[in-house]
Nanobody
Framework: QVQPLESGGDLVPAGGSLRLSCIVS????????MGWYRQAPGSQREMVAA???????TYADSVKDRFTISRDDDKNTVYLQMNTLKPEDTAVYYC?????????????????WGQGTQVTVFS
């Protein structure tokens, strides 16, 4: 059974950094497309970043040049490095496993979601 498990969320000041981790059981992350999403209170869940099996990455415009998605195949883990955090980055961050990398460069999520990790950025 595919099961993502996120960690690394915290309370941080604006301008700070965090690294989120997503370890996945049931698949080999290096062979699959993976994505990070977030959901703020009262908002829809939105894609933040995704990585294809070939290592191609895509980002939401709001996080480009601040966030970086990567993976460690040996640890079967996907990361989201978040720099220069802003209060509007406050949300629950979710990992999605084994989605579909689209030819357009986007990402279609699968039904495999983690439980989420809370990121709160204060000014």
């Amino acid at each position: 059974q595919v099961q993502p498990l996120e960690s690394g969320g915290d309370l941080v000041p604006a301008g700070g950094s965090l690294r989120l981790s997503c370890i996945v059981s049931g698949i080999t992350v290096g062979d699959k497309a993976m994505g990070w999403y977030r959901q703020a209170p009262g908002s829809q869940r939105e894609m933040v970043a995704a990585i294809s099996p070939g290592g191609y990455t895509t980002y939401a415009d709001s996080v480009k040049d601040r966030f970086t998605i990567s993976r460690d195949d040996d640890k079967n883990t996907v990361y989201l490095q978040m720099n220069t955090l802003k209060p509007e980055d406050t949300a629950v961050y979710y990992c999605n496993a084994d989605g579909i990398s689209l030819l357009s460069g986007g990402y279609r999520p699968s039904r495999y979601w983690g439980q989420g990790t809370q990121v709160t950025v204060f000014s």
